[in-house]
């Protein structure tokens, strides 16, 4: 049965990770609107220009733009049959656009991973994000070595995120629990809402988010 995923949490839940390998294991595109907006900042694009500031700050790119990113990434063709959204939507107003530029459509299947924020702190810390591929490689044991390190997936520079530096970090989850940790709110008598703990083995969460998304299918279905 076709449906489409929104998966939500804090910055270095895991969101990205597991929305990467269900896309694979699926078939069907992760739409992050991370990735777009980073994209638009490397190639220097208007949208870009405007980005910058706000992402190296920690604070969120206003509903008005990532909605407009999300309604145009969700006509195309690729996202018919599903899609799994990763960072979208973080505020309550884009989950209630969301919901009109989804009327129609298949199920919306939402799970929310939730990890401790000084777990999270040490995560983000440590992650290195690959220049060329866009890979995550988590747990290095010192992101300081960063330039001496390389992707396994595509050889390309291994470099921790700009807005992966502690302070930064704080405030991105400051803004987290401000304005997107009310989705649980907006979400939580749905019954294609499930939260699961992100506070552990990568793999016991990938098994957990499959397990969630065959029970949200099963009770909607
Ligand atoms: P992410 O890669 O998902 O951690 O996103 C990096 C940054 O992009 C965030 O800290 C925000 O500044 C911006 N961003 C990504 N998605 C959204 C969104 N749905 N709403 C507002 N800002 C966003």
Redesign the pocket.
């Known amino acids: 049965m076709a449906f489409n995923l929104v998966m939500f949490g804090p ?1 270095g839940a895991g ?2 990770t597991q929305a990467s390998r269900l896309a694979v294991e699926l078939g069907i595109p992760q739409i ?7 994209e638009a900042v490397q190639t220097g694009t208007e949208l870009g220009l405007q ?1 910058k500031a ?2 190296d ?7 008005q ?2 909605v407009g990113i ?1 309604r145009e990434r969700l006509a195309e063709k690729d996202s018919a049959t599903g899609f799994i959204l ?6 309550v107003s ?1 989950a209630a656009e969301l919901d009109v530029i989804l009327q129609g459509r298949d199920t919306l299947v939402v799970i929310e991973l939730s990890v401790p924020d000084e777990e999270l702190v040490n995560r983000l810390s440590k992650r290195l994000v690959c220049v060329g591929c866009g890979s995550i490689v988590g747990l290095q044991p010192d992101a300081s070595n960063a330039t001496s390190l390389t992707c396994s997936t595509c050889g390309g520079e291994l470099a921790q ?1 700009s ?1 992966d530096r502690e302070d930064v970090v704080r405030e ?1 989850l400051r ?1 987290y629990h401000q304005q997107t940790s009310p989705l649980v709110e907006f979400y939580r008598l749905r019954p294609s809402f499930l939260s699961l703990d992100g506070n552990q083995p990568l793999d016991l969460v990938t098994d957990a988010v499959r397990e969630a998304v065959d029970t949200a299918i099963g009770v909607t279905g």
């Open positions: 910055p969101k990205g992050s609107t991370g990735d777009i907006l980073r980005a706000i992402m700050s920690g604070e969120l790119v206003s509903d733009v990532v999300i990763d960072g979208f939507p973080r505020t884009q995120r807005d991105r803004v």
